[in-house]
């Protein structure tokens, strides 16, 4: 997800937080458009493995113990085997993560089953989820999808912040997001939704109107939720971003949080839609 501008940010941030976010951007779009699905996915691969190890980190201020090591070899390997073989390949990933889980489990006592459960979840959360983008980018007319995908988070995070702080009064979850107002949220929505009626429209995939506008309202959803989600987690874990690797906007996982369920919701409802 891409990151506006806080209202607590100064000026004097602002140069930083826009080359971050520049290069961020650059480097997706071009992965999209030049890269074809593999790679894409090795970029979504790094993207993912620095995230993973940002939850993680997370889950580590919970008193949960996850094995980092299987949980980012997962997450890594999940775009890459998407690319390479599908939907059985993003599959035999999982599994092979979650059979390793369990031995470990077993073999060693003092792993508890949170442990274990983190160590799963996370992988399943960023690299499995993340990885329909991938999957996205291999249907027909994959290129705008997967565009589509990226964009249609982008314009509902910048849309929503515009006009939330101009005429947002009415909080959504004033626990968990403060900043976030119904009055934003109806404007992202229309911001996603004209993108994906024009996506579809672009990449000609036969799906109806109504049902264009059934995935670009479900993405809207999936994109506030997955932002809310990563919100919830560092508050569970006291903290304000999940990290500090890019500059002016916090963590990869900060900046991914929408986009991971955006990709699974996207890809399914487009596929359930027609896409192929």
């Known amino acids: 997800m891409p990151v506006s501008p806080s209202k607590k940010s100064g000026l004097s941030d602002m140069p930083v ?3 971050t976010a520049a290069a961020y951007g650059g480097i997706i779009l071009g992965a999209i458009v030049f890269g074809r699905p593999l790679g894409l996915a090795l970029v979504i691969a790094v993207i993912a493995g620095f995230a993973i190890t940002e939850f993680y980190a997370l889950t580590r201020r919970g008193q949960r113990a ?4 299987f949980g980012l070899l997962a997450t890594v390997s999940m775009p890459v085997a998407s690319a ?3 939907r059985l390949g993003l599959l035999f990933a999982l599994t092979a993560l979650v059979v390793a889980s369990l031995v470990w489990h ?10 274990t459960a983190a160590t799963v979840f996370g992988a399943v959360y960023v690299g499995f989820a993340l990885s329909h983008l991938v999957l996205l980018r291999s249907l027909d007319g994959g290129t705008e999808l997967a565009l589509a995908a990226v964009v249609s988070v982008w314009v509902n995070d910048v849309l929503a912040y515009l ?13 968990i997001s403060p900043n976030k107002s119904w009055e934003g949220f109806m404007a992202g929505t229309v911001g996603t939704l004209v993108v994906w009626l024009c ?11 109504a049902w264009s506008m059934i995935l670009g309202i479900a993405v809207a959803l999936a994109s506030v939720t997955g ?3 990563e919100s919830r987690l560092k508050r ?6 999940s990290g500090s690797l890019l500059p002016g906007h916090g963590g990869f996982l900060d900046r991914i949080d929408s986009l991971i369920l955006v990709s699974v919701v996207a890809y399914y409802l487009l596929v359930v839609g027609g896409a192929r």
């Open 66 to 69: 996850p094995n980092e090591v």
């Open 227 to 229: 932002d809310l989600f």
């Open 17 to 19: 937080r826009i080359l």
């Open 163 to 175: 006009v939330g702080s101009k005429i947002g009064v009415h909080k959504m979850t004033p626990v």
């Open 84 to 86: 390479l073989w599908g």
């Open 236 to 241: 569970e874990a006291g903290v304000k971003d």
């Open 106 to 115: 077993v073999i060693f006592r003092q792993v508890r089953t949170a442990d």
């Open 199 to 209: 996506a579809a429209y672009v990449a000609d995939l036969g799906i109806t109107l």
